[in-house]
Nanobody
Framework: QVQLVESGGGLVRAGGSLRLSCAPS????????MAWFRQAPGKEREFVAT????????YYAHSVKGRFAISRGNAKNTVYLQMNSLKPEDTAVYYC???????????????????????WGQGTQVTVSS
């Protein structure tokens, strides 16, 4: 069983920055593509950003492009989400997700769909005050 553990959420003022981290634990492999989704109160969960296993390809939601950056750490399965120029509308619970086999799920086409991902974290709250 694989667990994803997120950290780094909190309260920040508009215009500020936060960095989220996510690391798998348990019976892990070393070939996960990883992503961040978020869910605001009263809304459906939505895709934020994703990075392939090799760390060479990233995709972003239009609403965060240019402000957020996803990256992998030296421990390759650790993934970060650097969030800059935060806005009140970024307030949400942020979830880390991982998929084991990029080819099986047509990752480079389907990366924005929740169904692609095998594992999910519990979520970390990000609140941006105006």
């Amino acid at each position: 069983q694989v667990q994803l553990v997120e950290s780094g959420g909190g309260l920040v003022r508009a215009g500020g920055s936060l960095r989220l981290s996510c690391a798998p634990s348990g019976r892990t492999r070393s070939t996960y593509a990883m992503a961040w989704f978020r869910q605001a109160p009263g809304k459906e969960r939505e895709f934020v950003a994703t990075i392939n296993w090799g760390g060479t390809t990233t995709y972003y939601a239009h609403s965060v492009k240019g402000r957020f950056a996803i990256s992998r750490g030296n421990a390759k399965n650790t993934v970060y989400l650097q969030m800059n120029s935060l806005k009140p509308e970024d307030t949400a619970v942020y979830y880390c997700a991982a998929v084991e086999d990029e080819e099986r799920v047509s990752f480079y086409i389907e990366y924005g769909r929740e169904e692609v991902y095998d594992y999910w974290g519990q979520g970390t709250q990000v609140t941006v005050s105006s």
